[in-house]
C-alpha cells in the first residue's frame, strides 16, 4: 500500500505562519496531482491548494496570497506554506496525492491523509 502521511500542524497567533508537510510513504514509484483541503468545525471539506503533476498551482480564494503550495520530489514530500493567519484559517487540514505504487505501472491511486489540526488563537 501507499499511503501520506500530515505533520506540522498545531496552535498558532493570528497572523503566525505554519508549514504543514505530507509524507508518502509505502512503494511509491511516483507522485502526481497534490492538493491540500481543509475542514472547518461544522463544515464540509473544501479544496483550498492544488498542484498538478506539471507543476499548475491553483488556490482557493481566501489563500490566494497567503498560502503556498510546493513539493520536495526527492523526499516525496508536499508542503503547505502558510502566512498571514486568521481564526477563519483554523480547521482540519487533509493532504490529497495521485500517487503511482510500485508494480501499477502509471494508475495512480488516490490516497488521503488523516488530516492534521490547524488552530489559529486571537
Known amino acids: 500500500q501507499v499511503f501520506v502521511s500530515e505533520s506540522g500542524g498545531g496552535l498558532v497567533e493570528t497572523g503566525g505562519s505554519l508549514r504543514l508537510a505530507c509524507k508518502a510513504g509505502?512503494?511509491?514509484?511516483?507522485?502526481?496531482?497534490v492538493a491540500w483541503y481543509r475542514q472547518a468545525p461544522g463544515k464540509q471539506r473544501d479544496s483550498i491548494a492544488r498542484?498538478?503533476?506539471?507543476?499548475?498551482?491553483t488556490y482557493e480564494d481566501s489563500a490566494m496570497g497567503r498560502f503556498t503550495i510546493s513539493k520536495d520530489s526527492t523526499k516525496n514530500t508536499i508542503y503547505l506554506d502558510m502566512s498571514n493567519l486568521n481564526p477563519e484559517d483554523t480547521g482540519r487540514y487533509y493532504c490529497?496525492?495521485?500517487?503511482?505504487?510500485?508494480?501499477?505501472?502509471?494508475?495512480?491511486?488516490?490516497?488521503w491523509g488523516q488530516g492534521v489540526q490547524v488552530t489559529v488563537s486571537s
Open positions: 498542484m498538478s503533476s506539471g507543476g499548475d498551482v
Open positions: 490529497n496525492a495521485k500517487i503511482v505504487p510500485l508494480g501499477w505501472g502509471e494508475v495512480s491511486s488516490d490516497v
Open positions: 509505502g512503494k511509491v514509484v511516483s507522485i502526481g496531482d
